[in-house]
């Protein structure tokens, strides 16, 4: 299968009651995971890089990486760029044969972030990409992107709806309470807000910074409207654990193939977790 636009799983997972797993990868070993998770579970899955990856690993690499994953794997995955606030590295990644762009105006003032994500929007249309744009702000941190907790702010539902409306974007991330990075105590969730939200916007709705929020919590933002869950810190610490674990149980080990491929299996068995947490496994 081919890449496909990330907007028909959105839909159907809203319409069914249930999450498409965002996973971010930084290289090829985690991007395979991810693919073969999706593969072992029969689960649509967007495969997203962050700008700070596409900067590390080139859009025309993760391009090739996730075409030749898609083509060996038969369930639909997207490939999209995370939380870029820059026009080029959008602009690049569209041109490179990304499915999906994020553009995070999250910071500007009101009429701009609307002006620029109409912009993007513009772009993505002419190649059939999607795009994913934020509306209040996700605290925490994110590799480059660090939004501090008192600069963190809820997103109000009414401007939700003006937003959506303005811009025509196909999915809005949303601020409940969730914040990128590993918490520091348990995340509160405001559902009501994220109720609220959900029964005025129609278009599919974001969850950023799930990595570390208890199953509970997240099972009740799918049931109150979620439909991409994004996850990343969760693959890195699984990954970072295993290959200390390998590395310090054969210190002389010196390659790859055989210290990575713990640490491989470790994200996959991650990534796999969360599908079926999100009710996304047999829905390919
Ligand atoms: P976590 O690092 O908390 O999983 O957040 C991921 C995310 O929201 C990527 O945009």
Wanted: aromatic share 4%.
């Amino acid at each position: 299968m081919e890449l496909v636009n990330p907007c028909r799983m959105l839909q159907d997972a809203r319409k069914g009651g249930y999450a498409i797993g965002a996973f971010n990868v930084h290289n090829l070993e985690t991007l395979r995971a991810v693919a073969e998770a999706a593969r072992e579970a029969g689960a649509p899955v967007i495969i997203q890089a962050t700008p700070g990856t596409v900067k590390y690993a080139g859009a025309d690499f993760l391009m090739a990486m996730a075409q030749t994953a898609a083509r060996r794997v038969n369930v639909p995955i997207a490939l999209h760029l995370d939380h870029s606030s820059d026009l080029d590295t959008i602009k690049a990644c569209i041109a490179a044969g990304f499915t999906s762009v994020m553009f995070d105006g999250s910071k500007l003032p009101w009429e701009e972030n609307i002006a620029l994500t109409r912009q993007v929007v513009a772009m993505a249309r002419e190649k059939g990409v999607a795009v994913e744009a934020e509306l209040g702000r996700i605290g925490g941190r994110e590799e480059e992107l660090q939004v501090a907790s008192k600069e963190a702010s809820y997103t109000d539902p009414g401007e939700a709806v003006a937003f959506v409306a303005a811009t025509g974007i196909d999915s809005l991330a949303i601020a409940i309470g969730t914040a990128h990075g590993v918490y520091k105590g348990e995340p509160q969730l405001d559902l009501d807000r994220l109720a609220a939200i959900a029964a005025r916007v129609e278009i599919p709705l974001v969850l950023h910074g799930a990595s570390g929020v208890p199953d509970e919590a997240i099972k009740q933002c799918i049931q109150r409207g979620i439909c991409k869950i994004n996850i990343a810190t969760d693959l890195k610490l699984a990954m970072a654990a295993a290959l200390r674990e390998t590395l310090a149980a054969n210190p002389e080990e010196n390659d790859p193939r055989r210290y990575l491929t713990p640490a491989v299996n470790r994200v996959k068995e991650v990534a796999l977790t969360k599908m079926y947490l999100f009710g996304a496994a047999g829905r390919a």
